[in-house]
């Protein structure tokens, strides 16, 4: 599958998680509530990672006690599971104690195809013409639609406007804008230009994609193509000008660098935007990852969650009428869950419509750049893949080796891993 733009106009965009553990040592539970849950007479697992913004675990918790008022004999058991998540998951997926329901970051159909993910189709009935077909078609393996998307997220550089503006910059609309802008910006105590804690975060995937590359196309991996060289390659300017901050308090996906002052420009999401605000007011601009050089396409990326169902589980049936219930039936939950716990834009077109605190100001011009330069990446885009491929793109912008060597090594070992997953 390409790693292709979302053909979404903004109100198509607007148009268009949440889970939980058993008993295992992973993180907070909550006991089966809801209605008379004592009587219940199937108990199902939820598990959800641990989201960063206030008040979303008492939301999920409060949104499966709603379920099991409206289906006493369905309890639902809440599990909050903190640090590396998708590790967690995998480990508990190999064992009897996995989750009925859970949700994915970046969809993999790997776990559809090893058989550990339900189909979906006749969850969505009806209400299927509602969910935006770029979705349906990241989450479709072989025809079947294998998750229910709770949140779209959009992710894009964040920078202060006053200090840009002070130091008598624009907002980057080139790598090389970006990365003069960034050393411009650096001083003996801050930096210019927050990514992430290892100093790169997303930048490689997305300065490939800028430059008209590809991930992955047609089974064929493709981030050792002379596009991706070239943009791997370009991105050292950033570390041999030292002007990325290395190794803050928190990653990327939390806005503290930028609101505390660190750093002028930072990679984010829009979740962090009410956050954003609060500290800073309006003194804050969003920008799309930069074209790489001329005739290249700016890029946001993308991402969100998906609630999926385990096909191995003893509860599928169950799982699937929880997954329509909250994730197709209750757009009030729905809206609740993107617009009251940092931003998020709603999977149903409908949602979206009457999603009000996105159509103003910053958010709204984040919804309307997503629209025209965002990307998701394939769904064969899993960590057997993106790890040989960020390893070798460390390598190359601190210098331990060819970018054209160091990307075809992991090109070779991630294709392996790509027909395995496909096999």
């Known amino acids: 599958m390409s790693a292709h733009r979302a053909e979404l106009s903004r109100r198509g965009f607007l148009g268009g998680s949440l889970l939980f553990v058993a008993g295992a040592a992973v993180g907070c539970s909550t006991t089966p509530g809801g209605g008379d849950a004592k009587g219940a007479g199937t108990t199902l697992n939820v598990w959800s990672h641990a989201y960063g913004e206030a008040g979303t675990q008492q939301a999920l918790t409060r949104y499966a006690g709603e379920f099991t008022k409206a289906h006493p004999d369905i309890a639902v058991k809440v599990t909050w599971v903190p640090g590396d998540y998708t590790a967690k998951l995998n480990a508990s997926l190999l064992t009897d104690g996995a989750p009925d329901v859970f949700e994915i970051g970046d969809f993999s159909q790997a776990l559809a195809r090893r058989g550990q993910l339900a189909p979906l189709d006749e969850v969505y009935g009806s209400e299927r013409s509602d969910f935006s077909q770029g979705n349906l078609d990241y989450m479709s393996v072989d025809g079947k639609v294998y998750g229910v998307k709770m949140i779209d997220d959009v992710l894009m550089l964040h920078y202060r406007r006053s200090a840009l503006e002070k130091a008598g910059i624009a907002p980057p609309t080139t790598f090389d804008a970006l990365a003069s802008a960034a050393k411009a910006l650096s001083t003996r105590n801050t930096k210019g230009l927050y990514l992430g804690n290892d100093g790169l975060g997303e930048s490689p995937a997305l300065a490939v994609l800028s430059n008209g590359g590809s991930l992955v196309t047609d089974g064929r991996v493709e981030f050792a193509s002379p596009q ?41 999401g829009l979740w962090a935007m009410p956050a954003i605000r609060t500290a800073l007011g309006d003194d ?83 919804v309307e750049l997503a629209a025209k330069y965002g990307r998701h990446y394939p769904n064969t885009w899993d960590t057997e893949l993106s790890a040989p491929f960020a390893a070798a793109a460390k390598k190359a912008v601190s210098g331990q080796g060819d970018p054209a060597q160091l990307l075809a090594e992991a090109a070779k070992v991630a294709q392996a891993a790509l027909d395995k997953q496909r096999s």
């Open 284 to 366: 804050f601009g969003v920008l799309p990852w930069p074209a790489l050089k001329s005739g290249g396409t700016p890029v946001l990326r993308v991402g969100g969650w998906t609630s999926c169902v385990n096909a191995k589980g003893r509860q599928v049936a169950a799982a699937k009428t929880f997954v329509r219930w909250l994730w197709v039936e209750q757009t009030a939950l729905q809206k609740d869950w993107s617009e009251s716990y940092g931003f998020h834009v709603p999977p149903r077109a409908s949602v979206a419509a009457t999603a009000d605190k996105l159509t103003v100001g910053t958010a709204k011009e984040t």
């Open 228 to 268: 991706a060289v070239e943009a791997v390659t370009a991105l050292k300017r950033l570390t041999d000008d030292q002007s990325v901050l290395l190794g803050f308090t928190t990653d990327w996906w939390d806005p503290s660098a930028l609101t505390q002052g660190v750093v002028p420009m930072q990679w984010c």
